[in-house]
């Protein structure tokens, strides 16, 4: 009887800890407007990356110029997205997956075109862990703007890779089409 109020014991403390994991990687509530170089970006959707059926990795955020209408996402519109992770992952691993839905999604003539800013802003790249930030906000004429937990890292100019880079997650072709949908219609956006 001992032995069994122990066990007890330690499953319940396992269960705490682990709740108190999950709840430590809970996000922030969003604001539902983001000011940058004079745009006001609205939130427009948010949802949860998974891989697989259990492998979470990430929620997002995104914004977008609030007189832009959502399906010119991919435009040269003023545009934000904010990654929160939830696991611990290696930069290697963000410029892989990267890299990979780019020669995916793009032609070997327009990747060519983009190498050396890609190659730019994957060296930017450091690991995170749960609870880190990583955001991207793109505003016409300044360019891609990246930041880790609110320190800007550097940005990189051009419409062009601005509509490739923020395809990784927002292109039609996207592996992950439901991801792609949470982010572009959880809220009541123009039409």
């Known amino acids: 009887v001992a032995r069994s109020g122990n066990m007890t014991k330690t499953i319940i403390l396992l269960l705490l800890l682990?709740?108190?994991t999950i709840g430590a990687h809970a996000s922030t509530p969003a604001d539902p407007v983001f000011r940058t170089h004079g745009a006001n970006l609205t939130?427009?959707?948010q949802g949860i990356l998974k891989v697989g059926y259990v492998f979470t990795v990430y929620n997002a955020r995104l914004?977008?110029?609030e007189t832009a209408p959502t399906p010119a996402?991919?435009?040269d519109v003023?545009?934000?997205l904010e990654i929160h992770y939830l696991r611990d992952i290696r930069a290697a691993d963000l410029v892989s997956v990267g890299n990979q839905t780019l020669i995916r999604q793009e032609s070997p003539e327009r990747l060519a075109s983009l190498q050396?800013?890609?190659?730019r802003i994957n060296s930017w790249y450091v690991d995170v862990q749960a609870g880190d930030q990583y955001?991207?906000?793109y505003v016409p004429g300044v360019g891609c703007e990246l930041a880790?937990?609110?320190k800007k890292l550097g940005t990189i100019e051009g419409a062009d890779f601005a509509q490739a880079y923020f395809g990784i997650w927002l292109h039609p072709r996207t592996k992950y089409p439901a991801f792609r949908t949470a982010l572009l219609a959880d809220h009541p956006h123009p039409q």
Request: proline content about 0%; glycine content about 12%.
């Open 148 to 150: 880790l937990n609110g």
């Open 78 to 80: 003023a545009k934000r």
């Open 116 to 119: 050396e800013r890609l190659d």
């Open 73 to 75: 996402v991919l435009q």
């Open 135 to 137: 955001t991207l906000t």
């Open 43 to 45: 939130l427009r959707g």
């Open 18 to 20: 682990f709740g108190l």
């Open 63 to 65: 914004y977008m110029e």
